[in-house]
């Protein structure tokens, strides 16, 4: 008899309830630390994509800051600065610019196709549509000084990012939405240069600014040679009026510019 019980007690096991219970409770615990690895996944992953997305910003800033300080100016033909400002589309509500720039500058070594480029070139900065993912590419035109259509241009894209961009010029204690030395017969003193960037369903302005320098920045300046300058202001005198500016091999195109 007592053996009997003692096998009984033994051998007694957890019920259906009881099962079903434990499988219960182990499945919300694995459903919260899910809950949180995913949580925290999305976040690193955000996190990282908007310091890409800035990081690209901010680079293709400091190339249009970059090449406004080494700008060449002058009242012939070929040196002039023209900057437009163009109405763009509302994205996400907002309607953001979509400006452009052009003028002679001098340009870092850049390495395209095998081969070399530096010196002096005309550039231009301007947005496009990339027709095959719809999206808005940031792009830098250069080419040679002289061609002032850029119908033998390379092209360089900054940023995949930026889906409009405005320019603001400031001169004598007020900005204009454009500039046109040609008709203003001067440069602006700064440029302010927003971009403004799409970060989900929101745009957020990213803004810079470049001074021109101050020896470049005046009336009466003419080139009377590439590379050499007379100040026709009295009291005045031209740094350098000998140097010459390095030349220009003609460029060669990496992606066709857009006409």
């Known amino acids: 008899m007592n053996l009997l019980k003692i096998k009984r007690k033994y051998s007694a096991g957890f019920t259906i309830l009881e099962v079903l ?21 999305k976040v690193c992953s955000f996190g990282s994509q908007r310091a890409q997305i800035f990081h690209s910003a901010r680079l293709a800033m400091q190339d249009i800051i970059q090449s406004i300080e080494n700008l060449e100016y002058g009242t012939n033909d070929y040196h002039e600065f023209i900057g437009k400002s163009n109405s763009g589309s509302a994205v996400g509500g907002k309607s953001v610019g979509d400006d452009e ?10 390495f395209i196709d095998g081969r070399w480029h530096v010196g002096l070139a005309r550039v231009k900065y301007l947005l496009e549509k990339d027709k095959k993912s719809d999206s808005t590419i940031l792009e830098k035109w250069v080419t040679d000084v002289e061609d002032e259509d850029f119908k033998d241009a390379y092209v360089v894209e900054l940023s995949q990012n930026i889906v409009g961009m405005t320019f603001r010029y400031y001169d004598e204690d007020d900005y204009d939405d454009s500039w046109d030395s040609d008709t203003k017969e001067k440069l602006p003193e700064l440029v302010e240069i927003t971009f403004y960037i799409q970060e989900g369903e929101n745009i957020v302005p990213f803004r810079s600014g470049a001074l021109i320098p101050n020896m470049i920045v005046g ?14 202001s009295p009291g005045t005198t031209s740094p350098n009026p000998t140097k010459k500016a390095p030349s220009t091999k003609p460029v060669t195109r990496s992606t066709p510019a857009k006409q």
């Open 21 to 41: 219970v434990s499988m219960i409770i182990v499945a919300l615990v694995m459903t919260i630390i899910y809950s949180a690895f995913s949580a925290g996944s």
């Open 101 to 110: 720039l052009e003028f002679a500058t001098s340009t870092s070594p850049t």
């Open 219 to 232: 009336k009466n300046v003419r080139r009377t040679s590439p590379g050499a300058t007379t100040d026709n």
